[in-house]
């Protein structure tokens, strides 16, 4: 089946250290995102990427970084510069812009990471 | 800038109650809009969409009809069940923008 695919479901990051959320997805789309969600405030856009080794930053990009280096991957790294790291991060993907409007506004989601400060 | 406000949750209902969620929004554009679904410990699912005005998304009895008079999306069901329980979000986008999600809409049901 296709789909999105996050791993680990939940982390644990020890202070000062960086760590990688992974998202991998084959539903050959060529738009992927990151988004990170805290209780009453919905998601918030991280970083997102419309096609392979090119993302762009998304509202709260300070504190993490990204890599597309395949069209199916879109690893997250938490880095020791967020200090407030702990919330729920989800993955998602969707058809690339030059198919039209309507196909990039429709986001399909990972099940999401949990992560959280030791 | 683009925006979407939802009512305030949690919502409680019994089984077979009439569900409204209310969304509004502000768009610069002319915005396709969304309901996700977000079940505990999940990730989102879309559930309805609608891509301009007058048109009435609908999935699993969930209705809801692009109101640009009133810049409103509101989501109702005519009859809820335990397995609705989970978190809806009302969003936007128009043109190449990006999403913007609204804060979440907590609902319970009890049978």
């Known amino acids: 089946d296709g789909g999105i695919t996050q791993s680990p479901k939940y982390l644990f990051r020890k202070e000062g250290q960086n760590v990688t959320l992974s998202c991998e997805q084959n539903?050959?789309?060529?738009?992927m995102y990151w988004y990170r969600q805290d209780p009453g405030q919905g998601l918030r856009l991280i970083y997102y990427?419309?096609?392979?080794?090119?993302?762009q930053k998304g509202d709260i990009a300070e504190g993490y970084s990204v890599s597309r280096e395949k069209k199916e991957s879109f690893p997250l790294t938490v880095t020791s510069a967020q200090k407030n790291p702990t919330a729920f991060y989800l993955c998602?993907?969707?058809?690339?812009?030059?198919?039209?409007?309507?196909?990039?506004?429709?986001?399909?989601f990972g099940a999401g990471t949990r992560l959280s400060v030791l | 800038g683009d925006s979407v406000t939802q009512m305030e949750g949690p919502v409680t209902l019994s089984e077979e109650a009439f569900l409204t969620i209310n969304c509004t929004y502000t768009?610069?554009?002319?915005?396709?809009l969304f309901w996700y679904v977000q079940y505990p410990g999940e990730g989102l699912q879309l559930l309805l969409k609608a891509t301009k005005a007058d048109d009435k998304g609908s999935n699993k009895g969930f209705e809801a009809t692009y109101r640009k008079e009133t810049t409103s999306f509101h989501l109702e069901k005519g009859s809820v069940q335990v397995s609705d329980s989970a978190v809806y979000f009302c969003?936007?986008?128009?043109?190449?923008?990006?999403?913007?999600f609204g804060t979440g809409t907590k609902l319970q049901v009890i049978p």
């Open positions: 990427s419309q096609i392979v080794n090119d993302f």
């Open positions: 998602a993907s969707s058809l690339g812009t030059w198919e039209g409007p309507m196909a990039k506004n429709i986001q399909y």
């Open positions: 768009a610069t554009g002319y915005p396709s």
């Open positions: 969003a936007l986008t128009w043109g190449y923008q990006k999403v913007t």
């Open positions: 539903l050959n789309h060529d738009a």
